[in-house]
């Protein structure tokens, strides 16, 4: 998923600037734990996910952002291959997954901030620190982002430090101390276990958003060249980033062990030895990470929601804007959705609400994501002789190939997150909410989409072009 952070008319938007803002738009700290807590094989998972998932994604993202240029993105790419009902469906999903995920990091902002400071709080108390969490998200986020450009600045140090620290201590402790798991071949390899198979999405889920970098291609001096190398060496910056953040947390804790909310904190602590000054530090970082990300999101998704709305294929509310056409109404119904959750959560029955709300978040995004794959296939044999300055290599056959094994991915990795896997209590009462809730958001998104196209037929007529 993508942020919309403009160049401000500059040109020559140099591939160095391209590489670096799309790794601090698209690392998301926070899920380094969830990643990690899959076990030694994570690292297996991530090169072979980046292989046979990122390359494509990455070679097919590049294809579509030259050929298909606009504000819509993954939208636009969609409608045109599928029509307006697949367009407002695949808005919903790439939509709805923002304030699930905002609700899902006010816990965990909650969480570690209780921690770090030594708090023990009520429930009306952890409510009241998570909405006003939400709220300033979306306040900060329906502003412009030139005047938040200091924040995503001052993010993008916060997630380097973070995780160059977490690595460098886990070196070290790795190298004086030993480590806390099992680093043996047997245990790098795949391990196809409940726990492994149930994460797998978060890896995915962490390549996502490299589609941003087509949206600079006005300002690249070549961006056939330098769009398809931005994307492919940004993915490995990522799965760089992500595999020392991996490495520090198993250096510091026993996979078994590892939670995926308190696991970067609790690896912290561990690595230094107490909870000191300097780990109360990285959970400020962590704690302003967790807001700036939101603000950094915000942008992107509240456009092509707005965009859609527009569009007429979600309901004109998404398509409300202030005098400086911030797309509000989109920002203040994250808000509101965000609310909800936080004051339902003390009431689902799953023992880690952040894994529960995370996944539901990262399905969402998903299931978006499932359709580009085939309306990339539809769009280039349908519409052969469009300007395409990029072009996924490749015969026919690999063409195929670079399509469906990545759907068939994503798709096994949306069904692991959300299906007990097997009959225990502890599998069903996870991922049980997780189900309801991801049938819950088909099913509204659903009415959301007909009532849109119904509205459009008996008022105004579609539009064709979004200015």
Not at 138 to 165: D, H, R
Not at 247 to 254: K, L, R, V
Not at 368 to 378: E, Q, R, V
Request: charged share 10%.
């Amino acid at each position: 998923m993508g942020d919309s952070i403009m160049t401000n008319g500059k040109k020559k938007f140099r591939l160095f600037d391209a590489v670096l803002m799309a790794v601090v738009v698209v690392l998301v700290v926070e899920s380094a734990a969830p990643a990690a807590a899959i076990g030694t094989s994570q690292f297996f998972w991530w090169i072979f996910l980046l292989i046979l998932f990122f390359l494509p994604y990455g070679l097919i993202s590049s294809e579509l952002g030259t050929a298909y240029a606009g504000d819509g993105g993954l939208y636009d790419w969609v409608k045109q291959a599928f029509g307006a009902r697949w367009g407002g469906r695949l808005a919903w999903f790439y939509w709805i997954n923002y304030p699930i995920w905002m609700a899902s990091l006010a816990v965990l902002f909650f969480q570690t901030a209780e921690k770090i400071f030594g708090l023990h709080l009520s429930t009306a108390v952890s409510i009241i620190v998570q909405l006003i969490f939400v709220w300033v998200v979306v306040f900060v986020g329906n502003k412009p982002v030139s005047e938040s450009k200091w924040i995503m600045n001052l993010a993008a140090f916060a997630k380097i430090f973070t995780i160059a620290s977490l690595a460098i201590l886990g070196i070290y402790v790795a190298v004086t101390k030993g480590v806390a798991n099992d680093f043996s071949l047997h245990n790098l390899l795949p391990q196809l276990n409940v726990k492994s198979l149930s994460n797998l999405s978060v890896i995915i889920f962490n390549f996502l958003g490299f589609e941003v970098v087509a949206t600079m291609a006005d300002d690249m001096d070549n961006p056939k060249k330098q769009i398809p190398q931005a994307i492919i060496y940004g993915g490995a910056l990522i799965a760089f980033f992500y595999l020392i953040a991996a490495f520090g947390m198993s250096a510091a804790i026993p996979t078994d062990k590892l939670s995926a909310s308190s696991g970067l904190i609790d690896s912290f602590i561990l690595l230094v030895g107490n909870l000191n000054w300097f780990v109360i530090l990285i959970g400020v970082l962590f704690l302003y990470i967790l807001a700036s990300e939101m603000v950094s999101w915000a942008l992107g998704v509240n456009y092509v929601a707005d965009y859609a709305a527009k569009d007429h294929v979600l309901p004109s509310i998404f398509g409300k804007e202030d005098a400086k056409g911030m797309p509000v109404g989109t920002g203040y119904l994250n808000g509101i959705v965000g609310t909800i959750l936080v004051v339902v959560a003390p009431f689902i029955p799953n023992q880690d609400i952040f894994w529960a709300f995370f996944s539901l978040n990262v399905v969402a995004l998903l299931i978006s994501y499932t359709m580009m794959f085939p309306a990339f296939l539809k769009l280039r044999y349908s519409d052969p002789d469009h300007e395409r300055p990029f072009k996924v290599p490749g015969n026919k056959f690999m063409i195929q190939l670079m399509t469906w094994i990545p759907e068939v991915l994503l798709i096994a990795t949306i069904v692991l997150t959300v299906v007990p896997l097997n009959g225990s209590q502890e599998e069903i009462s996870a991922k049980m909410p997780i189900l309801i809730g991801v049938i819950i958001t088909v099913v509204i998104g659903e009415i959301v989409v007909r009532y849109a196209e119904h509205k459009s037929k008996v008022g105004t007529p579609v539009a064709n072009h979004i200015n």
